[in-house]
Each structure stands twice: as C-alpha cells, then as structure tokens.
C-alpha cells in the first residue's frame, strides 16, 4: 500500500482516552528499543510520525495513528526495560492488558523481536499472550541490516524456534534502514483486511 495519509489521533495514558472509532486497529507490540516507531514510520513513508528514541521506555503511553481513514496503527509501549520503576512498569502492564483483552476493534497484532537476539522470556509471554486470543499472528524481526545477510535464515530459524510459531502464524525480516520487508507486511495487513 502507498500510504499518502497518517496522522496521530491521540496518545492514551489510559482506558478512559482511547479513541472511539469503527476503524480495525492493527497493533504493534514489542520490548523497549526494538524498533516500533521505525517500524511504524517506515510502513506510512514518514520520517517521524511515531518518535522513536535512542532511549528505551520513551513511549509509556498507547499512541493511536490513523492511516489512509482505513484503519488504525496502535503503538503499544515497550515491555521489559528494567529501568523503570516497578509501579510505573505495573500501571503500563494493566494499561496494555486492558487494551488487548477488551478492545473490540482490534484485529491485528504485530510483535516485534530483534532479530540479534535470542527470543527473550518477555518476549514468550507476550506472543503466548497475543495467541491465546488471536489466531495468527505476525512477527517481525527487526534490524535485519545489523546482521550479515548469511546469517538472516540463521536468526530467522532461531526466531521461529524460541517463539513456538505455528503455521498460521508469519514471520517477516524486516530493516528500516534498507525497507526490507515493508511490502511483504503491507500484503499480510491488507490480506488480513479483506479476510475478515
């Protein structure tokens, strides 16, 4: 898809401001620093519609986009960056799980790994999580160009091996330097768009 139009809706710090809308919400979830807001950016072709940051836990806040008025791109904050405080972890922690459990527009979830490291536990929970109430989900392995390309099949195996992926999940390699990896995600959103 040639996304011509994208723009912030709103960031929620809680339940009580999340949009209201009839829009399919297509999720990005992941650890801190891994890679959402590049990922995000890269697939509406803006420099900086989702800020990132060098610094991990900067998004602490579910932030809503609206892309092309189809549908709406939700940012969710990064797990499992220890610098937080443990009440600040746990009020983000409520935050996300409300959202995943009760949103109702909610259609999709894209979990993001770097794809350098091995799955973490965070990580396993997560993607348990989003199983236990999804079918199919979409992983995506980010920072494909800080590896050499001989070992890309290597990390995506490892990738594919520590989540449990099924067959009806997907997995994707994916750079926001190179772009590698936008198309093919673009196709598996707008095929999950005419699914359901």
């Known amino acids: ?88 972890r746990e009020k983000w922690g409520k935050l996300i799980d409300g959202y995943l459990q009760d949103r109702q ?7 993001l790994i770097d794809i350098r490291h091995e799955v973490g536990a965070n990580d396993k ?7 236990h109430y999804h079918k199919g989900v979409i992983v995506v392995a980010t920072k494909m160009d800080k590896i050499k390309r001989s070992q890309v099949q290597k990390h995506l195996s490892m990738i594919k091996k520590g989540l449990g992926l099924t067959q009806a999940d997907s997995l994707i390699g994916f750079s926001a330097e190179t772009k590698q990896g936008k198309e093919e995600l673009w196709e598996i959103i707008e095929k999950n768009q005419l699914e359901d």
């Open 1 to 88: 898809m040639n996304v011509t139009k994208a723009e912030m809706i709103i960031t929620a710090g809680n339940k009580s401001q999340f949009p209201e809308h009839d829009l399919p919400e297509i999720v990005f979830a992941g650890k801190s620093n891994v890679g959402k807001s590049s990922l995000i950016n890269t697939l509406v072709n803006r420099k900086a519609l989702a800020r990132t940051s060098s610094q991990p836990g900067k998004t602490q806040t579910i932030n809503f986009y609206k892309v092309q008025d189809q549908f709406m791109f939700v940012d969710l904050p990064g797990y499992g960056y220890a610098k937080v405080s443990k009440t600040e």
């Open 105 to 111: 527009e909610l259609q999709k979830v894209i979990l």
């Open 125 to 131: 929970m997560m993607y348990e999580w989003i199983s």
